[in-house]
């Protein structure tokens, strides 16, 4: 079955950039989609259709694909951004969903 | 505004059958382009994406949980129901409903609900 690929953890300092990846291969031919989710809280979506911002969400965070790679990336990370992020597609038929495994972002 | 709110039981013995109900408002699954999904997160565990409907009735399933997984829609009712046959233990997790789509408006909504969670065991 299709599978997205993340790493695990990233971890940041306030202030810098962190950026998270997610591989697939569809994803040249698929949109992706990252979710955000602190503990204990539903995921919410930050970026769709690979750099697409929801309203409301701050402008620090902007994505990007490239290829057989997504990127989230967080310009100037809050200590308020730490949680898990999730990339979001479909395989190339564009009917079966399937998440990645989530990278837990660390800033401190 | 729109809201949703997954309901059903918070136990059930293992090889039971789950019936999850997501009840919406303040959208049309009826909608062009809009869609329903389920998905589930095992505590400590990823999200895993298990079946969506869309509104024209189009279905999709998990290709690993597709021969125990029925999704259906009541849009006269606003609502999507899941159900799950044969549960394990390992289908312990939390439910998750969601909307996305584009709106008649051709505003992107992605919407989830809180979520409710089940357990299996004897």
């Known amino acids: 079955s299709y599978e997205l690929t993340q790493p695990p953890s990233v971890s940041v300092s306030p202030g810098q950039t962190a950026r998270i990846t997610c591989s697939g291969d569809?994803?040249?031919?698929?949109?992706a989609y990252w979710y955000q989710q602190k503990s204990g809280q539903a995921p919410v979506l930050v970026i769709y259709e690979d750099s697409k911002r929801p309203s409301g969400i701050p402008e620090r965070f902007s994505g990007s694909s490239s290829g057989t790679m997504a990127t989230l990336t967080i310009s100037g990370a809050q200590v308020e951004d730490e949680a898990d992020y999730y990339c979001y597609s479909t395989d190339s038929s564009g009917n079966l969903g399937v998440f990645g495994g989530g990278t837990k972002l660390t800033v401190l | 505004q729109v809201t949703l709110k997954e309901s059903g039981p918070a136990l059930v013995k293992p090889t039971q059958t789950l019936t999850l109900t997501c009840t919406f408002s303040g959208f049309s699954l009826s909608t062009s382009g809009m869609r329903a999904s389920w998905i589930r997160q095992p505590p400590g565990k990823a999200l895993e994406w298990l079946a969506r409907i869309d509104w024209d009735d189009d279905k999709f399933y998990s290709t690993s949980l597709k021969t125990r997984l029925t999704i259906s829609k009541d849009t006269s009712k606003n609502q999507v129901v899941l159900t799950m046959t044969n549960m394990d233990p390992v289908d312990t997790a939390t439910y998750y409903c969601?909307?996305?789509?584009?709106?008649?408006?051709?505003?992107?909504?992605?919407?989830w609900g809180k979520g409710t969670t089940v357990t299996v065991s004897s």
């Open positions: 569809a994803l040249p031919k698929k949109y």
């Open positions: 969601k909307i996305d789509g584009y709106n008649g408006w051709g505003h992107y909504m992605d919407v």
